[in-house]
């Protein structure tokens, strides 16, 4: 297989990892060079009440730069699969106008222009890559939405992995209008899934909320790629992807 420069698009600090982790480390350990580039992860000094709801009820004070803190995770998490981090300046959508948990996950405002400006910021990092993967916006977040339709117009030759926690609760969910049809193919990440977990253990301020704390991080993966293989009817625990072109195993 040809190895070459991977790069993932993650729309926050961690969907990478915890979606397509067992993936990527399989790129680096085949000899491609893999960078994944998270989208929104800007520090705001100012931040909305409930942007700063999402840092409280974790148990942070408000003079922590709960940013900063999450890009600092992203990075240690990384080294586990042999992946480089680069952050882009730009904003969630809780400091975007976006006004509760319910908000996020209702379709975007239409006063929200992030698409341009995240369009300028990826183009150079899709631009020379040999391969790239995004999230297909399961779960229906709207920057994971933004981030879809982004990437979609930039490398319509993109694999899509199916967006984790999400695919935990809902494992039959849609992936969004934007994604381009194609083929599913397993990637096996048996070997690789104590790295993807403790990648994703690094993330301290995430994993309480998302999987109930970090013991339940290797369990609840491994148990979503037995369950990801139960569907497609693979031999062993994958990652599920759309339009797998240039994998390992492919």
């Known amino acids: 297989m040809s190895t070459g420069l991977a790069v993932a698009v993650s729309p926050h600090l961690d969907d990478a990892v915890f979606s397509a982790g067992g993936t990527l480390a399989a790129l680096a350990a085949a000899g491609w060079r893999v960078r994944v580039v998270t989208c929104f992860t800007a520090s705001v000094a100012d931040p909305s009440p409930f942007a700063l709801s999402t840092q409280l009820d974790k148990g942070l004070t408000a003079d922590v730069d709960y940013m900063a803190l999450r890009r600092a995770e992203d990075?240690?998490?990384?080294?586990?699969?042999?992946?480089?981090?680069?952050?882009?300046?730009?904003?969630?959508a809780p400091h975007r106008g976006y006004t509760s948990a319910p908000d996020l996950f209702a379709g975007q405002h239409a006063d929200d222009g992030v698409a341009e400006p995240l369009t300028g910021a990826l183009a150079p990092h899709l631009d020379g890559a040999d391969l790239v993967l995004a999230p297909q916006a399961i779960g229906d977040h709207v920057d994971h939405r933004v981030v879809v339709d982004v990437v979609a117009a930039l490398r319509p030759d993109a694999v899509w992995w199916r967006d984790a926690p999400y695919v935990l609760r809902r494992p039959?969910?849609?992936?969004w209008r934007g994604v381009p049809p194609g083929p599913e193919?397993?990637?096996d990440v048996a070997a690789h899934l104590d790295a993807k977990a403790a990648a994703a253990r690094c993330y301290a301020t995430q994993v309480g909320f998302q999987f109930g704390g970090a013991d339940e991080v290797a369990p609840a993966l491994a148990a979503l790629?037995?369950?990801?293989?139960?569907?497609?009817g693979a031999p062993g625990p994958c990652e599920v992807l759309r339009g797998?072109?240039?994998?390992?195993?492919?």
Not at 75 to 92: C, F, I, K, R
Not at 225 to 232: I, S, T
Not at 244 to 250: C, I, S
């Open 75 to 92: 990075t240690a998490a990384l080294t586990h699969l042999g992946a480089e981090p680069v952050h882009l300046p730009l904003p969630e």
């Open 172 to 175: 039959d969910a849609p992936p």
């Open 185 to 187: 193919h397993p990637a």
């Open 225 to 232: 790629a037995r369950a990801e293989a139960d569907r497609v």
């Open 244 to 250: 797998a072109r240039g994998l390992p195993g492919r």
